[in-house]
DNA sequence: TGGTGAAACAAACGGCCGTTCGTCCGGATA
DNA sequence: TATCCGGACGAACGGCCGTTTGTTTCACCA
């Protein structure tokens, strides 16, 4: 046999990264096997070769979009918001949001990047530099506007980000509370630790 | 050549046990080698085999260890205090200290919980609740008390873990701030958060 | 309708994996 | 001083690892 009936390059490439997403999240980037990934897609394991360039390409192909996304996504949430409550509030709802509904991604964008090659590294770790920027910048409005009072603006960051990324611990779609009502909660407990 | 001059069980086993949290922080449990672990401690691989059961053991050894030092020392930072606002703080302030000298360990509790086998993951996971159940505890204490004020105890309580947790992503012993001024920040911003 | 290139296959490369086993040394006990 | 056994060695087991290669097939476009 050779190339399959019905086979297309654009799907197959999403479906490798889909399964690649569910094989990192259960067994880590380095103890996943190319051999179990070209099994979940219905290939075999050299074909996936056609898909990207090794094992390391994949991985950083997968953060790096992610983190893309996640920031695109945030300058949309934030977009034509300018009081800093107003656009706390807006970033507490839209990271919880995108926490809940892409939880293996989040995980393995902040577990593997050790598993990353040091340049690769640098990218990741430097578009994530720009979203703790971007929390710091609205503390750092609200204090200047005397909304908010935080002692130390980067700790309150990390610690705001920090809690709201905990959801992907504990959130289930099936759990207790929806995702509108788990907003409002964490985003109170967020405006009432950094309001003066 | 056989038995090493000088060689010495429960030393042996301490050094296997350091180097293979190291190892599992760096690789992921998984990816981690148990010839890598020999070369580490300076032993052949199968000379592994005299100080655990398998490689199985080994991870559940590591998490269970730190879990119940883990719930032993909480037992101790709360031991008689019994006002909320107290207990909280005293929380906070050993949550911290706990997480920034024992990052690694840490991080491998939360992370690898996956590599566990059913039955060492339940156990494992029970300890975790007992932990988590203590905090639920304080917060419910002082809900009743009138001290805090919290839309759902449960969810503040990760949230407050959370929070708590993530210095470990960024405290280093040679950084701008000490762990004292750390664990003064943080607490300032749980107690406003959970202050009515 | 013929040609081209994307996308698959099968087989193989050297190398590492967790674990078991038979052996032997050397420090403590009698 | 004799003996016991904890704790090490080294070799081996079957099996999986990431990646490369040569070949083959099918979808699409001129």
Redesign the pocket.
């Known amino acids: ?10 799907r ?1 490439a999403a479906h490798i990264r889909d399964a690649g997403v569910r094989l990192i999240h259960r067994h880590g980037f380095e103890a ?5 990934l070209a099994t979940e897609v ?10 990207f360039e ?3 390409a994949l991985l950083f192909e997968i953060v790096r979009t992610h983190m893309e996304e996640l920031l695109a996504e945030l300058g949309a949430a934030l977009e034509g918001r300018t009081d800093p409550v107003d656009r706390l509030t807006a970033f507490s709802a839209f990271h919880l949001r995108y926490h809940m509904t892409r939880r293996m991604l989040v995980y393995i964008a902040n577990s593997e990047l050790r598993s990353l090659e040091p340049g690769n590294r640098e990218a990741i770790v430097a578009l994530r530099g720009r979203y703790e920027a971007t929390v710091v910048a609205i503390l750092a409005d609200g204090v200047a506007s005397g909304a908010f009072k935080v002692a130390d603006v980067r700790v309150a960051a990390y610690a705001v980000i920090a809690m709201l990324t905990g959801v992907c611990d504990w959130y289930r779609p099936d759990g207790r509370l929806g995702q509108e009502e788990i907003a409002r909660l964490y985003t109170d407990l967020v405006l009432k630790g950094v309001t003066g």
């Open positions: 046999m050779a190339r399959t009936s019905g086979s297309n390059g654009e197959t996943m096997s190319l051999r179990q219905g290939l075999q394991p050299g074909s996936l070769y056609n898909h090794n094992k390391q």
